[in-house]
């Protein structure tokens, strides 16, 4: 999932920095800070954290999504790099990452990357997808594609954890927990075709092994099976059912 198609995740699904703006009142960037951004994508977030003051190093595993944040925010520091496997060379203030690390399945090396990444009394403030999320529409997937020969489990590229499962794994490899919560967000798409600009950026795995003609009418019977539950046909308007970890955690201060 590097091939992120970035003009269509601003056009179609800009919600997700617009969420996001909550996270970085969380963090509450200082001037003068360094804060690194895991998952930057467009890096719209990354320039509002640059606005208090801060110095912001955004990575993004996709090329094309910092390509845009580069367009975008060009006076930025914005690199091509994997959470799971990155370095920098010199400690940042504090991490925060936003709908980014549920497409990272080494979680634990993401953690331990962002861990090494800030200095001692640092913080990590974080957003994403936890247990639970888009249950629905993962259904609806596994479905479709199930009346067509194919298994979805194995074209699941997320990874959605209980708040039991991901504050404890923080903890192993060195973070304190100060803060961690699974909620409810149900999310309002853009338009009509809402859910097939979703399936398009956040569900192409499944469909990457498709003719175009294919991953279209599949798609379509994905569409058809959620409209029931999840259109509004009178409001044009197709929810999400989101449901996110947020935490916040310290590196501990050197004794």
């Known amino acids: 999932m590097n091939d992120w198609n970035a003009s269509l995740y601003d056009r179609k699904l800009g919600f997700v920095s617009a969420y996001g703006a909550d996270v970085v ?3 509450e960037p200082q001037a003068g800070e360094t804060v690194l951004d895991v998952g930057c994508g467009t890096g719209d977030l990354a320039a509002r954290i640059a606005e208090a003051g801060a110095t912001v190093v955004g990575i993004d595993a996709s090329p094309a999504m910092i390509e845009s944040a580069k367009a975008k925010h060009p006076a930025l520091d914005f690199r091509v790099a994997r959470a799971e496997s990155f370095a920098l060379e010199r400690q940042a203030d504090a991490a925060f990452s936003n709908a980014a690390l ?45 009346e067509r020969g194919i298994d979805a489990k194995p ?17 192993s490899v060195g973070w304190d927990v100060a803060y961690a919560e699974l909620y ?72």
């Open 102 to 146: 549920h497409w990272v399945t080494d979680a634990r090396g993401a953690a331990s990357c962002m861990y090494d990444a800030v200095k001692p009394g640092g913080r990590l403030v974080a957003e994403f997808g936890g247990k639970g999320n888009v249950a629905a529409f993962a259904e609806g997937i596994e479905r479709v594609l199930a």
């Open 184 to 255: 409810a967000r149900p999310t309002a798409l853009d338009g009509p075709d809402g859910l097939r600009a979703w399936l398009d950026v956040f569900g192409a795995s499944f469909f990457a092994g498709m003719s175009d003609g294919q991953a279209a009418e599949a798609k379509g019977a994905v569409e058809e099976r959620l409209a029931p539950s999840l259109y509004d046909a009178s409001a044009r308007t197709w929810t999400a059912p989101y449901r996110r970890i947020r935490v916040v955690a310290r590196k501990p201060k050197r004794e």
């Open 155 to 171: 074209l699941n590229p997320w990874y959605f954890p209980s708040v039991g499962e991901y504050a404890s794994l923080l903890e």
């Open 25 to 27: 009142r969380l963090l």
